[in-house]
């Protein structure tokens, strides 16, 4: 095994057992991750494993909320081609398993998927719940390289890939530092289904084999062209108590120092279209009383999504603070223009085609790293607009809600974009399929000689 591993092995582990006991603690006092610190340690029920009946069982590890998404939409196109296999959905964050539970409830497939939380990347850990929970492939969505989880699962027997592959420009810039560690992790990945050319590049360059990689699409282009139903629409409308007239300004995805930036903007906005509703979507709903305070030092009164689900609360506001988890793609429904965080403050932007695929036009800031696909796809059709600054937001802003004729062409040319994709879910799909078929070949193979 080689040296850069071993060291990473036995590192990873001596820092484990040293900061496990403060953290449970912690747990312990506060409840906070209690429910899941057991699974987090490998640990399942006994009965998990031996319910999971189907075959083949497929593992797919999905972080949070947006890895989610693109899983969903990776295991429609599974069950549509094995119908009887089993699907075992691990997330990281309580976000992650909260939004997949709900999502799941929605889906006709929601029989053959079991969610849980993934293991730590520690190698006891790793092995406990690999031999627990047994699956034929271990399947990693987007950036997730974790070497004991992935080097043991390849060491039983198991196959490995990674899926709706995306290595950003700041992740290869770590990755590289420690490219003789992740050079001999990707040695044990059997395939790499990349999102975009620029993502097959970078994770070659960090060590992954020609021979393995694959270029198919983004998976969540096709969940959020499934998921654009016009009833959310008028579903949304009433829960805001807006009017077909009522201009309606989304900053969604909003990081630290952006929301001092947007409603100064907010407040120029007003000056021309006083009836403008602003929704807040802050990326990190706990930040949620900081921003409320942070409204009203600004001279603006505000409410809670969470307080409109009261039927006797109707939103009476001029801005509204999303508290809730997992609901913001189909807010955008509602939007006359949307601002994605994360690309004023230099954060690597968030996914502007969750805005896109409604028609809707989508700022952004300069920086979008990590969203680097869907910007240049947008870029290419016109359906995206970039701002270096909250002045260019404000100006383009005001044009667009003073010529909504032009919004609706840029809106229809950003939808345009992301239909031009569908279908990438189907081919990640197939590589998985393919993967699992070899591997039942090869085994039949073996017993019939």
């Given at each position: 095994m080689h040296i850069a591993y071993l060291s990473y092995k036995y590192l990873s582990s001596a820092f484990f057992l040293l900061l496990f006991p403060p953290f449970w603690l912690y747990s312990y006092i506060t409840g906070r991750h209690r429910k899941s610190i057991s699974q987090r340690l490998g640990i399942y029920p006994d009965n998990?494993?031996?319910?999971?009946?189907?075959?083949?069982?497929?593992?797919?590890?999905?972080?949070?909320?947006?890895?989610?998404?693109?899983?969903?939409?990776?295991?429609?196109?599974?069950?549509?081609?094995?119908?009887?296999?089993?699907?075992?959905?691990?997330?990281?964050?309580?976000?992650?398993?909260?939004?997949?539970?709900?999502?799941?409830?929605?889906?006709?497939?929601?029989?053959?998927?079991?969610?849980?939380?993934?293991?730590?990347?520690f190698i006891l850990s790793a092995r406990k719940a690999l031999s627990t929970l047994k699956p034929d492939i271990l399947v990693c969505l987007e950036t997730e390289i974790w070497p004991n989880w992935l080097v043991e699962a390849h060491r039983t027997g198991i196959k490995t890939a990674i899926i709706n592959g995306r290595i950003s420009v700041r992740s290869v810039n770590r990755y590289l530092k420690i490219r003789p560690l992740i050079k001999e992790t990707l040695k044990h990945v059997d395939a790499f289904s990349m999102i975009h050319d620029a993502d097959a590049r970078r994770i070659r360059e960090i060590g992954a084999s020609q021979d393995r990689i694959v270029v198919n699409g983004n998976a969540k282009y096709d969940l959020?062209?499934?998921?654009?139903?016009?009833?959310?629409?008028?579903?949304?409308?009433?829960?805001?108590?807006?009017?077909?007239?009522?201009?309606?300004?989304?900053?969604?995805?909003?990081?630290?120092?952006?929301?001092?930036?947007?409603?100064?903007?907010?407040?120029?906005?007003?000056?021309?279209?006083?009836?403008?509703?602003?929704?807040?979507?802050?990326?990190?709903?706990?930040?949620?009383?900081?921003?409320e305070a942070l409204v009203k030092k600004h001279g603006f009164s505000c409410q809670l999504r969470s307080d409109l689900d009261n039927k006797d609360r109707l939103r009476t506001a001029p801005v509204v603070i999303m508290d809730t988890i997992g609901e913001l793609q189909a807010v955008y429904s509602i939007a006359s223009i949307v601002f994605c965080g994360g690309s004023l403050a230099p954060l690597g932007g968030q996914n502007i085609l969750e805005a896109a695929v409604w028609g809707k036009p989508v700022l952004y800031g300069p920086s979008m790293d990590d969203f680097l696909d869907a910007k240049d796809l947008l870029d290419k059709t016109g359906g995206g607009i970039q701002v270096k600054d909250g002045n260019e937001l404000t100006e383009k802003a005001l044009y667009y809600f003073t010529n909504p004729h032009q919004a609706d062409i840029i809106g229809h040319q950003a939808r345009n974009a992301v239909m031009s994709h569908r279908g990438a879910a189907d081919k990640h799909a197939l590589v998985i399929y393919r993967l699992l078929k070899e591997t039942f070949e090869k085994n039949s193979d073996r017993i019939t000689g």
């Open positions: 998990l494993g031996n319910n999971i009946t189907g075959s083949p069982r497929i593992w797919i590890h999905a972080v949070s909320v947006g890895e989610v998404s693109a899983a969903v939409a990776i295991i429609e196109s599974l069950a549509s081609l094995m119908p009887d296999c089993s699907i075992i959905l691990s997330t990281t964050t309580r976000h992650g398993q909260d939004f997949a539970t709900t999502r799941l409830r929605a889906c006709k497939f929601r029989s053959m998927v079991t969610p849980i939380f993934a293991p730590f990347d959020l062209l499934n998921t654009t139903d016009e009833t959310l629409k008028a579903k949304y409308m009433a829960l805001y108590n807006l009017n077909g007239d009522d201009p309606v300004f989304i900053a969604g995805s909003t990081r630290s120092s952006e929301e001092e930036i947007i409603l100064d903007v907010y407040r120029r906005i007003i000056q021309s279209f006083p009836k403008t509703v602003l929704i807040l979507a802050p990326r990190h709903v706990e930040r949620t009383r900081q921003i």
